[in-house]
């Protein structure tokens, strides 16, 4: 059996945006790599994704997704993101600005991603729809039954609760990760 620190409502997301110093987008973006390759050996790391700027001189945007509040505070504390992070502001403008997400606020908040990498609307909503259908009638078919004494609104508020709760920390985290590369077809690795 897994422990919390395992569970998708345990991992966190961070999302760290920064320049590179123009004319070294380029040394940038292979330390940046280099970073994300210590952070693979180290515990807890989940996986990291680097994306570009829209514009010429715009923010590179570094997402790392972590096991733990925990295991990320290590990574943060290990000297070989230190040495890294000299590394980076030899050729990055400034200090990065950081964001951190997890639970409810992972799902509801990828503002942070350039317009041009998010999946097709249509697509999002297929994903979503594919997720919400087996949740609402295992709910409706199973726990609705259970529920019949209870007055409409207090029947519906605990319904919802329960399909809210399950899609944001069970069916979502998996069902978009199962689908990622249908829903990012043209996302560079």
């Given at each position: ?109 990828p503002a942070v991603v350039p317009a041009s990498m998010h999946p097709p609307r249509a697509r999002m909503a297929l994903v979503t729809w594919l997720g919400i259908f087996p949740t609402v009638s295992f ?51």
């Open positions: 059996m897994s422990s919390t620190t395992d569970s998708p409502a345990a991992r966190v997301t961070r999302i760290a945006r920064r320049r590179a110093q123009p004319g070294r987008e380029r040394e940038y973006e292979e330390r940046l790599r280099e970073m994300l390759a210590k952070m693979r050996a180290h515990k807890g790391f989940l996986g990291g994704d680097v994306i570009p700027p829209e514009v010429p001189d715009g923010e590179y945007q570094i997402v790392t997704r972590f096991a733990s509040e925990a295991e990320l505070d290590e990574w943060d504390r290990s000297a070989a993101r230190a040495h890294c992070l000299e590394r980076l502001r030899e050729v990055a403008e400034g200090e990065p600005e950081f964001r951190k997400m997890s639970g409810l606020e992972a799902w509801f908040e709910f409706l078919w199973f726990v609705a039954p259970w529920l019949q004494g209870l007055p409409f609104l207090l029947r519906t508020a605990l319904l919802t609760a329960l399909i809210v709760m399950t899609m944001t920390w069970l069916v979502m985290p998996r069902l978009t990760r199962l689908m990622r590369g249908w829903l990012n077809p043209a996302r560079r690795d």
